[in-house]
Every structure is written in structure tokens, then in C-alpha cells.
């Protein structure tokens, strides 16, 4: 029986910040759209994805792989927007077993309202911490990482031209 593999200590010290920032960071997230949006952090990212998709639309298939969720959290939490008048459902046209997510009017402006703050709180506990440098070792890392826990990028993690990026450098959401 082979010997088992254990982390360096080095590999150590980095996944325990790891897990750290994937444990706290969410709740700090929820915590301030909750406070100033009054959405919970995976709405937020529910509405943020339509907000970039073609014509702010999705099928609930492919919204739940990019939100990482099973379709019955999706369609409870698509539920409880549509109940709120952020989004709306639909079966397509042409095949009823396929539902299509739209963000309407008013899901555009509470993205649009909600971005700002969701912005200020990404770059006060992330951003501001780090140098121009750090941002790129920071890039270049997840980026390796990434593609070996989602190699097919149904996240979109690893786009260069991800639809929230513009030619002039500036970001949306």
C-alpha cells in the first residue's frame, strides 16, 4: 500500500488562508448586499449572470452551471425573484420541457443599484490589500487552479473577454 501524501508545511500555511477566504469572504459578501440590497449574495450572482448574458436570458440549465447550484436551489431562488419582479420565466417556445430566465427591467436596475456597493465591499476586503503585482500572481494562480476544478469553464472564470470586462478596461457588476 502506497504511503499516504501529506502537504508541506508551506502548503499548508496557503490552504488553511484558503480555506479561510472561501469560508469568511461569502458571509461578508451576503452580509452587504443583505444590508444594502436586501439580496443574498447568490441572488446577487444569479441576477449579475443574467445581467451579462444575451438578452439578459438563460436557460435554468445552463444558469444553474454557471451558478454552481442543483435546479431545484436555482428554481427556489428564481421564485422568490420573480416573486420580487427581478426576473421571469418562460418555457421556450418550441421545446416546453426548456424554462428560460429573463431578467426584466426592474432586475436590471437592482443589479445596477446593487453593483456599486457589491464593488466597494469586493475591493475593501480583497483589492485594497494588494499591489498591481499581487493582482497578477492572485490572477495567474486561481487561474491554475481553476482549470483543474473546472476545466470545461462553465463558470467563465477563465474568459479574458468575459461579457463584465469592456475593451476600455472598465468592468460592469
Known sequence: MAEPR???ADQMR?????????ELLPGV???????DAQLTHYEYLVL????????????MS??????????????????RLEDRGFVQRAPVPDDGRVTIASLTDAGWAKVVAS???????VLEHVYDRLDEEDVADLNRVLAKVVRGIDPGDRFG?????HPAIHDDGTVSR
Not at 449579475?48 to 438578452?55: F, V
Not at 445552463?62 to 421564485?79: E, F, I, K, W
Request: aromatic share 4%; proline share 5%; net charge positive.
Open 115 to 121: 453593483a456599486p456597493g457589491h464593488a466597494r465591499t
Open 62 to 79: 445552463d444558469l444553474a452551471r454557471r451558478t454552481n447550484a442543483t435546479l431545484p436551489r436555482l428554481s427556489h431562488v428564481v421564485r
Open 157 to 161: 472564470a477563465l474568459a479574458d473577454d
Open 14 to 22: 496557503s490552504w488553511l488562508r484558503l480555506q479561510a477566504v472561501v
Open 29 to 35: 459578501l451576503d452580509q452587504q448586499l443583505q444590508r
Open 48 to 59: 449579475a449572470i443574467l445581467s451579462d448574458a444575451p438578452e439578459r436570458s438563460l436557460r
Open 6 to 8: 501529506w502537504l508541506t
